[in-house]
């Protein structure tokens, strides 16, 4: 079992930034990728951004609306993932989720607890 701690979410205005971590409990060698999901009220889940986990394969891939303005980054020695968020919008506004991906399937195995992410006009 591994767990994934986010951290760094809070309020900001619009055209502010902020950046959240993700730390996961143990190694994350065993995964093939890990990312950033949010939900806004009323919304489903979506991708924001996933990164590759492996030595030669940091393939990164983000959601077109974020495109441009967000950054996500790992640190493997530390199984660590952060995402660098900037000119914010309102509609960023939603709960961010951490995610850790099967190594074949590629797809989200766990989550963390997710962080609330207020964007003001």
């Known amino acids: 079992q591994v767990q994934l701690v986010e951290s760094g979410g809070g309020w900001v205005q619009a055209g502010g930034s902020l950046r959240l971590s993700c730390e996961a409990s143990?190694?994350?060698?065993?995964?093939?990728?890990m990312g950033w999901y949010r939900q806004a009220p009323g919304k489903q889940r979506e991708m924001v951004a996933v990164i590759g986990l492996g030595g030669n394969d940091s393939h990164i891939k983000y959601a077109d609306s974020v495109k441009g303005r967000f950054t996500i980054s790992k640190d493997n020695a530390r199984s660590t993932v952060y995402l660098q968020m900037s000119s914010l919008k309102p509609e960023d506004t939603a709960i961010y989720y951490c995610?850790?991906?099967?190594?074949?399937?590629?797809?989200?195995?766990?989550w963390g607890q997710g962080t609330q992410v207020t964007v003001s006009s």
């Open positions: 143990r190694s994350v060698s065993r995964f093939g990728a």
């Open positions: 995610s850790a991906h099967g190594m074949l399937s590629g797809n989200p195995v766990y």
